[in-house]
């Protein structure tokens, strides 16, 4: 399968892209790795198709467009598209097991993962930093919290990178002072995940859309899709799709529409 990413409507691969069948898709570039993922491990009845990913704002005239929306205030289709919400995103926010906190608010996180609180005691624990840790720019958890926050500036300068859910869960576990975020499907014994609001990281809120740190993935297609875009559209929703949505953190819908 040829795979090839287009940023701002540049192709990045030869002349020969042209000639091949292909499967155009606007999408978040914090969303592109996971959309390419499937590409590749989804859809093996397929092997000869161009995946061409374009950056949002591009002026390309795409097959399918991924977005993502708020869990309760969606977006309406466009005259004569059609919406299949394929995943949930949410992240929880996690801190090493003795930690005191327990619920935090979203004002508070700002102000932890921005810098302007720096020390456990603002908060009526420790005297002692917080080490905030954090994901790499690209991220789609980290533009999920950023983007939640509305930052000025991303994170705190002082916030270490780590470029993994493995390496984010083992980095708060082992440090009585940290705090994180990993995707809600993540978290185990080694962490707690912390309230937001006085409402819990569980399936029950995050479903229901009172987690704030959630958002729901959709694919906003033409109400006449291509063969190759239902292929793709469907391969979302097969167990496959499902147990791949799982291994990188989403939380898989069932399928169903929103016609314009």
């Known amino acids: 399968m040829r795979l090839f990413f287009l940023v701002m409507g540049m192709v990045l691969s030869s002349p020969a892209?042209?000639?091949q069948p292909s499967l155009a898709i606007v999408a978040p570039p914090s969303l592109q790795p996971l959309l390419s993922t499937v590409a590749r491990e989804v859809m093996p009845e397929h092997p000869d198709i161009t995946f061409l990913m374009f950056a949002e704002g591009s002026t390309a005239n795409p097959d399918l467009a991924v977005k993502a929306m708020s869990m309760k205030n969606g977006f309406?289709?466009?005259k004569d598209?059609?919406?299949?919400?394929?995943a949930i995103e949410s992240i929880?926010?996690?801190a090493e097991p003795s930690c005191p906190l327990r619920n935090v608010s979203l004002s508070l996180l700002s102000a932890i993962f921005s810098g302007k609180i720096m020390n456990w005691r603002e908060l009526g624990a420790d005297n002692a930093p917080i080490e905030v840790y954090t994901r790499e720019p690209g991220n789609s958890n980290r533009s999920l919290l950023s983007g939640t926050f509305s930052f000025s500036a991303p994170f705190a300068e002082h916030a270490?990178?780590?470029t993994s859910d493995a390496a984010m869960k083992s980095s708060v576990a082992t440090h009585r002072h940290a705090i994180g975020y990993l995707p809600a499907t993540q978290v185990s014994?080694?962490?707690i995940a912390l309230s937001i609001n006085d409402i819990p990281c569980d399936p029950q809120h995050v479903l229901g859309g009172q987690y704030p740190l959630s958002r729901k993935l959709v694919i906003v297609a033409p109400q006449k899709p291509s063969l190759l875009a239902e292929a793709f559209i469907n391969?979302?929703?097969t167990e496959e799709g499902d147990a791949l949505l799982r291994k990188?953190?989403?939380i898989p819908l069932p399928k169903e529409n929103t016609a314009a």
Do not use: C, Q, R
């Not at 598209?81 to 394929?86: A, C, D, G, V």
């Open 17 to 19: 892209v042209a000639s």
């Open 248 to 250: 990188m953190g989403y």
């Open 189 to 191: 014994n080694a962490v």
């Open 92 to 94: 929880a926010i996690i």
């Open 81 to 86: 598209t059609i919406l299949f919400p394929f």
């Open 160 to 162: 270490h990178v780590v």
């Open 76 to 78: 309406e289709p466009e």
């Open 235 to 237: 391969s979302l929703y």
